[in-house]
């Protein structure tokens, strides 16, 4: 079975600092990874995914993440956080070999970047 | 202007008193699906479309039934609401390319409160 854990309800960090969001994952074929933000009173903004290739995947608004496979761990990462971050975070995976289109997405992470 | 668009925003009803919340898309996606966020566990998903006609279950499907007659549109009924069902709804679309598909696109968001 899928699953997606995002291990931390909030993150704080400092204006300027970077900042992590984690997420794991678990599905039996080959995972696709996404992340999408979310701002109040929104619906999911895509940020980025994995697929295939390149571990280190660069998306929207500077933010990157690493497909890691051992860890089954999908971070999103920033080098600088800006107060404009601030907002809900989701990890989501699909199974690709499963010939299903079942998404599972974790609980959310909520960022918050400090003046 | 591409976008997912799910109406309306704001509903409050009363147990057992049947209802629909549109859903259309102006993309030509073929991908449609629901999902309701709900604090704490994140956004699960409802049903899925792969194309017209064709509909599955997403992981919480009990009391929600949709349909897809035409490529654009995909609605949400409730046909005995109950207060478990409570929550923020959200519509997405994407492409499907082989097994890979775009991006989720997500609509606004319905909240509806069952009294």
């Known amino acids: 079975a899928q699953s997606v854990a995002q291990p931390e309800d909030q993150v704080n960090v400092a204006e300027g600092n970077p900042l992590t969001v984690k997420c794991t994952y678990s599905?039996?074929?080959?995972?696709?990874l996404f992340w999408y933000v979310q701002y109040p009173n929104r619906g999911l903004q895509f940020l980025l995914k994995?697929?295939?290739?390149?571990?280190l995947v660069k998306g929207s608004y500077g933010f990157e993440a690493e497909f890691n496979k051992s860890q089954t761990s999908f971070h999103l990462k920033k080098p600088s956080a800006l107060v404009s971050d601030s907002a809900l975070y989701f990890c989501?995976?699909?199974?690709?070999?499963?010939?299903?289109?079942?998404?599972?997405f974790g609980t959310g992470t909520r960022l918050k970047v400090l003046a | 202007e591409a976008q997912v668009t799910q109406n309306p925003r704001y509903l409050i009803t009363v147990t057992g008193k049947k209802l629909t919340v549109t859903c259309s898309q102006n993309?030509?996606?073929?991908?449609m699906s629901w999902y309701r966020q709900d604090p704490g566990l994140g956004l699960r998903q409802i049903y899925y479309?792969?194309?017209?006609?064709?509909?599955d279950k997403g992981d919480v499907p009990e009391g929600y039934k949709v349909s897809r007659k035409e490529k654009r549109n995909f609605p949400l009924i409730l046909e005995s609401p109950s207060p478990n069902q409570t929550s923020l709804y959200f519509c997405?679309?994407?492409?499907?390319?082989?097994?890979?598909?775009?991006?989720?696109?997500f609509g606004n968001g319905t909240r509806l409160t069952v009294t």
């Open positions: 997405a679309s994407s492409l499907l390319q082989g097994s890979y598909n775009s991006p989720l696109h």
């Open positions: 599905v039996s074929g080959n995972p696709y």
């Open positions: 994995y697929i295939t290739g390149d571990n």
């Open positions: 989501a995976v699909r199974d690709g070999d499963s010939g299903t289109y079942k998404y599972i």
């Open positions: 993309m030509n996606h073929e991908y």
């Open positions: 479309s792969m194309n017209v006609e064709v509909t």
